[in-house]
């Protein structure tokens, strides 16, 4: 860590806000620099300008996280379904720490160096071997020295406490990230259940990220935080939803949606609905409140926006944005000025505002997919070698009587 910065602990206790970035995964493979399927972060190594640019991007408007492009990148994962690699999993996650250092040490923000779930676990592998894969990855992390680390994306809290555990013994403050809902994890653990074994195994600030929306994700994060205040635990609260509406979703979240993972941008939502995200969040007592996939990074800038008044500055990006939508009295047509700045350049406006999807034929919600699957299950049992069409094959076959 930088001289004179503040670790993650120290600017929590303190009673800061922490503003994680946004989803990289989702991000990089609109911009062409990730494959959707194997979801793996091979970017770091083969196209540093692009991780670095997207960073720069989320600092540039108000995260003080930088994450480690790490997402998946365990060699059980990297080497899974036929995936081909030019860059070994350590050369990957090398990279992926050096670009987060890189731009972290342009402003006041921290690296996170992060673990995910793996192909092993749900194979059944067991927890010796499941934590070896963790340690594989935490060795590059104590190298390359983040500040501090997350576990984060786990369906199952008994694989999450696992991670908790190796990263506990570094001594570096650890975070865990649940992909869940109100539901709980796939194997019913409640939302409050999960966090207790997660601060008892270690973890300082818990949460959750990914496969619901923003107002889900605080839902059960406040569920979490009170079963950990009911068990007389202590934490750190925190949140990195998606940037999809997800009212339809059933409890794996967005990934049983027909439009995953191609066809979910109506389901994006707005700079404004950020700002009641942020809102809602604070206001829940979440301290650290980020974005998972579907976050851009005008997202955050909203997100930073809102909380400007408690953070006591607004982020850079906002010199490129005016105050709910100000900068349109300065539209270049003057018969339109009028206009926008009676009914467009205020708050009330844009905070009331309906959007429109512009699909007349299309329905305002879908009917999840519901395959419910999990570790053990046949179809999760992870293999090296590419999907092979017979067992492509099965699935179809399946689906039509799903």
Same mark, same amino acid.
């Given at each position: 860590m930088a001289p004179g910065k503040k670790g993650i602990l120290e600017r929590l206790d303190a009673g800061e806000i922490v503003i994680g970035d946004g989803g990289f995964v989702f991000a990089l493979e609109k911009r062409g620099y990730v494959k959707a399927g194997p979801w793996t972060p091979e970017a770091a190594a083969e196209h540093p300008e692009a991780v670095r640019q997207l960073h !720069?991007?989320? =600092? !540039?408007?108000g995260a003080n996280v930088m994450q480690t492009f790490t997402f998946y990148a365990s060699d059980d994962k990297l080497e899974n379904r036929g995936n081909k690699l030019t860059f /070994?999993?350590? &050369?990957i996650n090398e990279a992926a720490c050096d670009l987060a250092r890189e731009v972290a040490n342009e402003g006041d923000a921290l690296v996170a160096g992060g673990v995910s779930q793996t192909p092993s676990y749900l194979s059944c592998k067991s927890e010796a071997e499941v934590k070896a894969i963790f340690k594989k990855q935490l060795d590059v992390f104590i190298k390359k020295n983040v500040d501090f680390l997350i576990a984060e994306y786990f369906e199952h809290v008994e694989e999450a406490v696992w991670a908790v555990e190796v990263l506990k013994e570094t001594g570096k403050p650890v +975070? +865990?990230?649940l992909c869940i809902g109100p539901e709980g994890d796939m194997h019913g653990v409640s939302p409050a259940e999960c966090a207790v $074994? =997660? @601060? $008892? +195994? %270690? +973890? &300082?600030? @818990? %949460?959750?990220?990914?496969?619901?929306d923003p107002m889900t994700c605080v839902k059960a994060v406040k569920m979490m935080k009170e079963g950990v205040e009911k068990a007389g635990l202590k934490a750190h609260y925190m949140v990195q939803p998606l940037a999809y509406h997800t009212p339809d979703c059933s409890c794996q979240g967005f990934i049983d949606l027909p439009e995953f993972p191609f066809g979910l941008e109506p389901r994006i939502l707005t700079r404004w609905d950020m700002h009641k995200y942020a809102r809602e969040a604070y206001n829940a007592g979440i301290h650290f409140i980020g974005g998972c996939c579907g976050f851009e990074p005008y997202h955050i800038r909203a997100v930073a926006e809102e909380l400007a008044l408690e953070r006591g500055f607004l982020p850079a990006a906002s010199e490129k944005h005016g105050n709910w939508g100000a900068g349109l009295e300065m539209h270049t047509k003057p018969w339109y000025t009028c206009l926008f700045v009676c009914f467009r350049a205020r708050r009330d406006y844009w905070e009331n505002l309906k959007p429109a999807s512009g699909r007349p034929t299309c329905p305002s919600m879908s009917v999840p997919? %519901?395959? %419910? @699957? /999990? $570790?053990?299950?046949a179809d999760l049992m992870q293999q090296k070698e590419a999907t092979s069409q017979d067992q492509l094959k099965q699935l179809f076959d399946r689906s039509k009587s799903h």
């Open positions: !720069r991007e989320f =600092l !540039r408007a /070994t999993g350590a &050369q +975070a +865990a990230s $074994k =997660l @601060v $008892k +195994a %270690g +973890a &300082q600030i @818990v %949460g959750v990220n990914c496969h619901f997919d %519901g395959w %419910g @699957v /999990t $570790k053990g299950h």
